[in-house]
């Protein structure tokens, strides 16, 4: 088990946000002969663990991949199970964000989800605007091209109606995505051995480290993120440019 850090040392170079795409859930269900909502269930409660872990390290950003636009797909029983987990998480965060100081944003086609999660994002939402620090971003019915063409959509209305003038540059662009005013992530990680990207943060993630390894998801254990911060901190990041 790793030592709990509490602080963060200085010269350590924490990443100050990271992603996460939380894959493997159904082959580490398989691997125990279980089904595959059995997968979905221990990632759910896996994500608490990092997230608390991050917290304490002193990471201030974390975005995790949870269900993409792509995700509808799957059978109707696995998606329904999904969302009830999901809708278990909201409900079980509201009642322990503020305590433990977590706050939550929801990256995603919103409107595309049931009523009822609706809700829960816009409590989210409401009781992450009281107070500041780390940042858990969820990102629900998610898809890194949606996300652009929303953004695009917004701002041609925005344009069109004169509240915004002049050439887009990158910067105003950012400021139309889910990501509005969260720096980009520094470390991808994607457990579950597939290394792609699977439409997750197309846009944010043009200078990220990646991180892959065959651990699946709910196996993810503190020791593998620091194993993935090691690395990250082993690279050089050059944007572009020479050192
Ligand atoms: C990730 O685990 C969770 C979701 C995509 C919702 P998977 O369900 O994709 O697990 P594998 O990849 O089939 O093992
Ligand atoms: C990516 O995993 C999406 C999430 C983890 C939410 P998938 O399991 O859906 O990705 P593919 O199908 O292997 O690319
Ligand atoms: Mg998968």
New binding site residues.
């Given amino acids: 088990m790793a030592a709990e850090k509490n602080i963060r040392q200085p010269g350590e170079n924490i990443p100050r946000h990271i992603a996460i795409i939380?894959?493997?859930?159904?082959?580490?269900a398989k691997r125990r002969g279980l089904p595959?909502t059995a997968?979905?269930a221990a990632?759910s409660e896996n994500f608490r663990k990092i997230a608390t872990y991050c917290k304490n390290i002193g990471v201030d950003y974390l975005t995790v991949y949870?269900?993409?636009t792509e995700?509808w797909k799957r059978p109707e029983d696995e998606v329904k199970t999904?969302m009830r987990l999901l809708r278990r998480y909201l409900n079980e965060a509201i009642d322990t964000m503020e305590r433990d100081q977590i706050r939550m944003k929801i990256f995603g086609d919103v409107q595309g989800l049931s009523p009822e999660l609706r809700e829960l994002v816009k409590k989210t939402d409401e009781i992450s605007q009281r107070y500041q620090g780390f940042q858990a971003n969820i990102c629900l019915n998610y898809g890194g091209r949606d996300e652009i063409v929303h953004a695009a959509r917004h701002y041609a209305e925005d344009y069109a109606a004169g509240r915004t003038e002049g050439e887009l540059t990158e910067a105003q662009f950012g400021g139309y995505l889910y990501s509005a005013g969260i720096p980009d992530p520094d470390l991808l990680i994607r457990p579950?051995g597939e290394q792609r990207i699977s439409n997750f943060l197309l846009w944010q993630c043009a200078y990220a480290e990646f991180y892959f390894t065959d651990v699946?998801?709910p196996d993810f254990n503190t020791d593998e993120l620091d194993k993935a911060i090691a690395a990250f901190q082993k690279r050089d990041r050059r944007y572009g440019g020479v050192k």
Wanted: charged share 15%; hydrophobic share 35%.
């Fill in positions: 939380l894959d493997g859930n159904g082959r580490w595959r997968g979905h990632g949870a269900f993409s995700n999904i579950g699946l998801w």
